[in-house]
């Protein structure tokens, strides 16, 4: 199966050098300039990984980890002309799986990215699925099953499952789980998005089994 990669760069030539050698090496390449394209586009797709240009149009690369990071799982490596020791334990420490400095050698590049992917795929060999009742929800491609037939979500709704599944059993903070800014409008969004998401996986959306609220705090979603 062919792996997914994320490619976040400003740089046009590099980004085409890049992308047109990993597809040759039968990696599915995607690729965006900057910052806010690359926070919409993780939305919207599960990456095996995410290769992060630091200095992007829009900020810094590192503002982008912390975005991410704590929703998605997807491994990073730093892709950057900032060579100096202290840049690179600044990105390792905010959750980079590693670190490349330019200029370098494709080769290289090809080596450190297998690293990554044979380490992430150990990891997660025996969490791609997560189980509760009769669902099963697949973490990469973001499906959710009833006895093998497919429950619609919307995208809202897979990302909600995608980070409680992520933190089985354990309680996910209303603020972890909007998007945006934290304005209490969007923590009542989230509330709504909890309710409808209820209504399609409890058999008592008022006395639910799985997704449970941790009052004052968030929501749990709990295995049976």
Do not use: H, W
């Amino acid at each position: 199966m062919e792996k997914n990669i994320l490619l976040v760069d400003d740089d046009e030539k590099l980004k085409d050098l890049i992308s047109k050698y990993l597809q040759e090496k039968g990696f599915e390449i995607s690729v965006c300039g900057d910052i806010d394209e690359a926070e919409n586009i993780v939305e919207c797709f599960v990456f095996d990984l995410i290769i992060l240009d630091r200095m992007l149009p829009g900020g810094d690369g590192i503002d982008l980890i912390k975005k991410i990071k704590p929703k998605y799982d997807m491994p990073i490596l730093l892709l950057t002309a900032l060579g100096e020791s202290k840049e690179r334990i600044t990105g390792l420490k905010i959750g980079a799986e590693d670190y490349l400095s330019k200029p370098f050698e494709p080769e290289e590049l090809y080596l450190r990215i297998n690293s990554i992917l044979k380490r992430s795929d150990s990891n997660n060999k025996n969490f791609q699925y997560v189980n509760f009742g009769e669902y099963k929800f697949n973490l990469k491609t973001l499906i959710l099953k009833k006895n093998n037939n497919n429950i619609y979500l919307t995208e809202n709704e897979k990302n909600l499952i995608y980070i409680l599944s992520k933190n089985i059993n354990n309680t996910v903070l209303r603020e972890e789980l909007t998007e945006n800014d934290l304005e209490e409008s969007d923590l009542r969004k989230v509330d709504v998005q909890i309710t409808r998401l209820r209504q399609k996986i409890e058999k008592n959306p008022k006395k639910p089994l799985f997704i449970q609220t941790i009052r004052g705090k968030g929501y749990r979603l709990v295995t049976n």
